[in-house]
């Protein structure tokens, strides 16, 4: 009779399997951070791109401009980034001139929660006027088809090349605009038009005291 040989299959013990995880996830930790640190510059440039096409964009017949940061109350031009890593820069906004050097108006970031996430624009603003002249959505996730007509609805858009923030803006409905101040909301999207007007008039609120106190200074 041929012997018959018993073999037992060993589980692996738990520290084994607790081991072979932890390097798993050590590895894939490294991985992703890698890929992070590679493609972060490029997102950066990216952003930085467009950021300088919406501003020549929302102040026309501007050419080239200056980054202006707050210090002690009053607007400086920023000659130098220097933040500390893991810092954000300091907010700014920009001063435009055109091809004879002349002031043409200021482009102000700004940026305010709307339905789904925060929507982030950046405005024209003519301090002369009071009057907003462009506006770009720098970043939104709004729901398709509904909450982003504020980037596609042409007759939405149309309403920021000439819109007075005094008193301040205020949304409406459709077909109701009566005054230059007034900017009428988007059937079926309005949380994220209302979002818009919050946005513009956040961002005018907070630069306009040292947009003025500049302009005495030129």
Same mark, same amino acid.
């Given at each position: 009779?041929? #012997?018959?040989?018993?073999?037992?299959?060993?589980?692996?013990?738990?520290?084994?399997?607790?081991?072979?995880?932890?390097?798993?996830?050590?590895?894939?930790?490294?991985?992703? /951070?890698?890929?992070?640190?590679?493609?972060?510059?490029?997102?950066?440039?990216?952003?930085?791109?467009?950021?300088?096409?919406?501003?020549?964009?929302?102040?026309?017949?501007?050419?080239?401009?200056?980054?202006?940061?707050?210090? #002690?109350?009053?607007?400086?031009?920023?000659?130098?980034?220097?933040?500390?890593?893991?810092?954000?820069?300091?907010?700014?906004? &920009?001063?435009?001139?055109?091809?004879?050097?002349?002031? /043409?108006?200021?482009?102000?970031?700004?940026?305010?929660?709307?339905?789904?996430?925060?929507?982030?624009?950046?405005?024209? &603003?003519?301090?002369?006027?009071?009057?907003?002249?462009?506006?770009?959505?720098?970043?939104?996730?709004?729901?398709?088809?509904?909450?982003?007509?504020?980037?596609? #609805?042409?007759?939405?858009?149309?309403?920021?090349?000439?819109?007075?923030?005094?008193?301040?803006?205020?949304? /409406?409905?459709?077909?109701?605009?009566?005054?230059?101040?007034?900017?009428?909301?988007?059937?079926?999207?309005?949380?994220?038009?209302?979002?818009?007007?919050?946005?513009?008039?956040?961002?005018?609120?907070?630069?306009?005291?040292?947009?003025?106190? &500049?302009?005495?200074?030129?």
């Amino acid at each position: 009779m041929d #012997d018959i040989k018993n073999t037992t299959t060993l589980e692996p013990s738990s520290s084994r399997l607790i081991a072979t995880l932890g390097i798993a996830g050590l590895l894939s930790g490294l991985l992703l /951070v890698g890929a992070y640190l590679y493609t972060l510059p490029m997102i950066e440039a990216n952003k930085a791109a467009a950021l300088e096409r919406a501003i020549y964009k929302v102040l026309p017949s501007c050419t080239s401009f200056e980054t202006l940061v707050l210090t #002690d109350g009053k607007l400086d031009v920023l000659k130098e980034v220097k933040a500390a890593a893991g810092s954000k820069p300091p907010k700014a906004i &920009y001063a435009g001139h055109d091809d004879a050097g002349k002031l /043409v108006g200021f482009a102000i970031p700004s940026d305010e929660p709307g339905f789904q996430d925060v929507i982030a624009g950046i405005m024209g &603003y003519q301090p002369e006027t009071k009057t907003i002249v462009g506006f770009e959505v720098l970043d939104s996730k709004e729901t398709p088809g509904l909450g982003d007509k504020i980037i596609k #609805d042409q007759a939405f858009t149309v309403q920021f090349e000439s819109l007075s923030v005094e008193p301040v803006i205020v949304s /409406v409905k459709k077909g109701e605009k009566k005054n230059p101040n007034e900017v009428e909301a988007i059937t079926g999207a309005t949380i994220s038009s209302k979002t818009v007007v919050k946005l513009l008039n956040k961002g005018i609120g907070e630069w306009k005291g040292a947009i003025e106190g &500049y302009l005495k200074t030129q």
